[in-house]
């Protein structure tokens, strides 16, 4: 049983980092619709509960550029020359999209939990032990 | 968009000079086109700068002095492996010949290095050896060619692929995503029918063939009496008919191991490697009939004293390589009838 444990620990940070992966775009496109530069966006990330490193970020953000989803300005206003991200129309209308389709997972993944949870017997009527013909 | 100044002049003078994040933002931008580079390096010193101040600022709050060396160090650390980065920066993780090419370059490499290299080898030692060298170093020769040969296909091939992972032509993008996209049921590979073929097997005839071509075209200076200097090993009059023939089956039947090795256990290799077999078969079914195996002027010269009429020995000889043949006959039947039994 310990040992089981440990792996589990082991496969971890694996699965969740898997799970995360595409939430940081949904989680950008959402927060820089109040335009917004890499280190201030990763604080607000941070406050927000999305864990993010900035390796990943600064990169992403690049893509998402080329991508037309966000657009960019050099601030130079203040001493310190920084370039601010925005997202576009297009950005907006993919948010949109993503958000409904983390929506539809969440209600999926609900349903999917509960209803198992429910069932004492996980391999009951609705799934027949396999047998192999 | 305004392009970027960057605070500070990027190339320092001397090495000195240099900052921790001069160096960091070098390797972190590395790779990228020029206009990208000053723009992405502007916006790391700017985010360097900022986590440098966040941390000053932290710091004197907690009443603990920290050097701007030792703030700028943490800050870095913070932001990771700048090689990482650089990659992330460019698209493309820390590989020669990524996934969307590789299967490409696996097929490529498996269609030209079992045909290329043996093909040059094999030419090579052909052309030494009519040249008139002797087998065994004709041997060797070929050998190095055709591991020279697969050395440099291998490298071209890779160094072609690695272009076209890192190239960033329109067209090459559209012939990568094209790579994977037309897959269907349709193309699914036929299993090979037959039992698999013990690949020993396969490559010990090959050898045999090769160095039993090497020995004929060897016999024809002597063979190990070349110092007697009586002329070919085999008889002349027969052999001069009968020895490109013969070399030409044998060579078929090298090809005809490689197709094996690549379809399995067939009936119609069997069927060719019999038939092969029965041509080579015919001059010795002709010396047991009367004709001489062996050159009579080289026998004499080793046994002087012997009686010239006697065709024991071209018998015997004759009747163990028709032996050989026989056998090698009755085992391709049974292969096909194991494999039949098997499927």
């Known amino acids: 049983m310990a040992q089981r444990s440990a792996d589990l620990e082991d496969a971890l940070p694996g699965h969740l980092q898997e799970l995360r992966r595409g939430t940081v775009v949904l989680a950008c496109l959402a927060a820089l619709r109040q335009p917004g530069y890499g280190y201030a966006l990763l604080g607000d990330l941070e406050a927000a509960g999305i864990d993010v490193d900035a390796n990943t970020l600064y990169p992403l953000l690049r893509r998402l550029e080329r991508q037309g989803l966000l657009t960019s300005t050099w601030n130079t206003d203040e001493p310190r020359p920084r370039k601010f991200y925005a997202t576009s129309d297009a950005g907006r209308e993919l948010l949109t999209r993503l958000h409904a389709e983390w929506t539809a997972l969440d209600a999926a993944l609900r349903s999917l939990v509960e209803h198992a949870s429910a069932s004492t017997t996980p391999s009951s009527s609705t799934h027949p032990p396999r047998t192999d013909a | 968009m305004t392009t970027a100044n960057s605070a500070r002049d990027p190339k320092p003078d001397t090495e000195a000079c240099q900052t921790l994040t001069d160096r960091y933002v070098a390797v972190a931008t590395r790779g990228l086109p020029e206009e990208q580079r000053r723009d992405v390096e502007a916006e790391l010193r700017a985010t360097v700068a900022d986590m440098v101040e966040a941390k000053l600022a932290a710091a004197a709050d907690a009443a603990d002095p920290a050097s701007i060396e030792d703030t700028e160090r943490a800050a870095l650390r913070e932001l990771g492996d700048p090689e990482r980065l650089a990659d992330a920066y460019r698209d493309s993780g820390p590989y020669l010949i990524g996934p969307t090419v590789y299967r490409s370059w696996r ?227 049974r292969a096909v009838d194991a494999s039949h039994r098997s499927a």
């Not at chain 2, 078929?252 to 490689?258: I, T």
């Not at chain 2, 256990?265 to 010396?287: D, E, G, K, M, S």
């Open chain 2, 107 to 333: 097929q490529v490499l498996r269609t030209l290095l079992p045909v290329v290299p043996p093909l040059s080898g094999g030419a090579t030692m052909l052309a030494r050896l009519l040249a008139g060298d002797d087998p065994i170093s004709a041997l060797l020769f070929g050998l190095w060619v055709a591991f020279v040969v697969a050395c440099n296909v291998a490298l071209w091939v890779t160094v072609v692929f690695a272009w076209v992972e890192r190239s960033d032509s329109p067209d090459v993008a559209a012939m990568k995503q094209d790579a994977g996209a037309d897959w269907d049921v349709d193309r699914l590979p036929s299993v090979p029918t037959g039992g698999r073929v013990p690949t020993g097997e396969a490559v010990g005839s090959i050898v045999a063939a090769l160095l039993t071509i090497a020995f004929l075209l060897w016999q024809r200076d002597g063979g190990p009496f070349a110092g007697l200097d009586a002329g070919p090993l085999l008889d002349p009059q027969v052999w001069d008919l009968w020895l490109p023939v013969v070399v030409v089956v044998l060579a078929a039947g090298v090809v005809l191991e490689m197709v094996r090795l690549r379809v399995g256990t067939q009936r119609w290799v069997a069927v060719a490697a019999i038939a092969l077999n029965v041509v080579v078969a015919v001059p010795f079914v002709l010396v047991l009939l009367g004709q001489p195996l062996l050159n009579v002027e080289v026998m004499d010269a080793l046994w002087p004293g012997r009686d010239a009429a006697d065709g024991t020995l071209d018998a015997a000889l004759a009747a163990g390589v028709l032996l050989v043949l026989g056998w090698d006959c009755v085992e391709e039947v």
